[in-house]
């Protein structure tokens, strides 16, 4: 089970934000990788993928979002956030034995 | 240009059946391991089922178990779900989506636009 807090944030533009992540079990595998994601699903549109395996931002998205964290406890920053930032951000793990996805319950950031 | 396009979302009665298709274009589908995502309106998202790259193993949500099953023809470049026994609380958007690498369960870096599904009567 994965929980997401805050569930809602209303930020002012230009602010930080940040969401946090708490797994009842770690996705670190036995690999050494460790496969929690992050998404942003904007209104009306499909997730997109925006963090990989913690920390690693994927292709095209911008600096000005981080992923971090260990163990079970993980968090996304958004160092600024701007008019285009607003959706419902998803927290994800991949659960190997037996294989599936796990979502958190999303969070759904607001402009001011 | 890498590409997901589901269809077969329809209005169906409690009980009945539905299959989902999702089209493939612009990667090798039969290279990557699939997913099927749903999320109810007004809700989150909820992983529901995968298949291997050559369709030789299968999970499934509980939510769906024994009455949804995946399937993949790479030679077509199509993923399905069919969809039995459907329930009111199946009624969702269904998305399909790609792991990222050959890898199982390397993330979902590609996503359709997702069909609806309703289950009323």
């Known amino acids: 089970v994965m929980t997401q807090t805050p569930l809602s944030l209303s930020v002012t533009p230009g602010q930080p934000a940040s969401i946090s992540c708490k797994s009842t079990?770690?996705?670190?595998?036995?690999?050494?990788?460790?496969?929690l994601y992050w998404y942003r699903q904007k209104p009306g549109q499909s997730p997109q993928l925006l963090i990989y395996?913690?920390?690693n931002r994927f292709s095209g998205v911008p600096n000005r979002f981080s992923g971090s964290g260990s163990g079970t406890d993980f968090t996304l920053k958004i160092s600024r956030v701007e008019a285009e930032d607003v959706g419902i951000y998803y927290c994800?793990?991949?659960?190997?034995?037996?294989?599936?996805?796990?979502f958190g319950q999303g969070t759904k950031v607001e402009i001011k | 240009e890498v590409q997901l396009v589901e269809s077969g979302g329809v209005v169906v009665q409690p009980g009945g059946s539905l299959r989902l298709s999702c089209a493939a274009s612009?990667?090798?589908?039969?290279?990557?391991?699939m997913h099927w995502v749903r999320q109810a309106p007004g809700k989150g998202l909820e992983w529901i089922s995968l298949?291997?790259?050559?369709?030789?193993?299968?999970n499934y949500a509980d939510s769906v178990k024994g009455r949804f099953t995946v399937s993949r023809d790479n030679s077509k470049n199509f993923l399905y779900l069919q969809m039995n026994n459907l329930r009111t609380e199946d009624t969702a958007f269904y998305y399909c989506?790609?792991?990222?690498?050959?890898?199982?369960?390397?993330?979902?870096?590609?996503w359709g636009q997702g069909t609806t599904v309703t289950v009323s009567s």
């Open positions: 298949i291997t790259w050559d369709g030789g193993d299968t």
């Open positions: 395996e913690v920390s």
């Open positions: 989506a790609k792991d990222t690498y050959f890898d199982i369960l390397s993330g979902l870096d590609v």
């Open positions: 079990q770690s996705p670190l595998h036995s690999d050494g990788r460790t496969y």
């Open positions: 994800m793990q991949s659960v190997h034995f037996p294989p599936r996805y796990s």
């Open positions: 612009g990667f090798t589908l039969e290279d990557y391991t």
